[in-house]
């Protein structure tokens, strides 16, 4: 009997600036086409686990391109995803404190409107707060950075 393995797929921004978080909008379309006529199931982030030898896509940091660019293809091929965002900074730029200058280039997050509008299919979860290296928090600040 064959072991299936899972996977999730993370991206972050969908942009051609070249970035090391970022991947070009006709990339990521032609990946999830393929995906999408692949047989591979492509379940919710909290179904991943349990299916072996499926796919959960999700989205680190929240970035607005991703209503233009993630949001009508993953509509398209009916692809599931998971969206986490830095709670504290939805609809402004990503100048986290922990974001070192230069590292990535300073760009637009999603607006909680734009979140309450997402298709059926894409989930909200939580990446903190304010996107803090929890490993360097005390255990108050990790759990109020959780709760917020």
Same mark, same amino acid.
């Given at each position: 009997? $064959? ?36 047989? !591979? ?13 499926? !796919? ?10 991703? @209503? ?51 298709? @059926?299919? !894409?989930? !909200?979860? @939580? ?11 005390? @255990? ?5 950075? $959780?709760?917020?």
């Amino acid at each position: 009997m $064959m072991d299936l393995r899972s996977a999730i797929l993370t991206y972050h921004s969908l942009d051609d600036s070249g970035s090391v978080i970022s991947t070009p909008p006709e990339v990521f379309g032609r990946q999830i086409e393929s995906l999408a006529g692949s047989g !591979i199931p492509l379940v919710p982030l909290d179904r991943v686990a349990s299916c072996p030898g499926s !796919i959960a896509l999700t989205f680190d940091d929240g970035y607005r391109n991703l @209503a233009e660019h993630a949001f009508p293809v993953l509509d398209r091929f009916r692809v599931p995803a998971t969206v986490f965002v830095v709670s504290h900074y939805c609809g402004l730029m990503n100048r986290w404190p922990s974001q070192s200058p230069g590292a990535v280039p300073e760009m637009p997050l999603l607006s909680w409107d734009q979140l309450a509008a997402v298709p @059926a299919g !894409i989930e !909200i979860g @939580a990446h903190t707060a304010t996107h803090p290296r929890l490993s360097a928090l005390p @255990a108050d600040e990790c759990d109020r950075e $959780m709760h917020e």
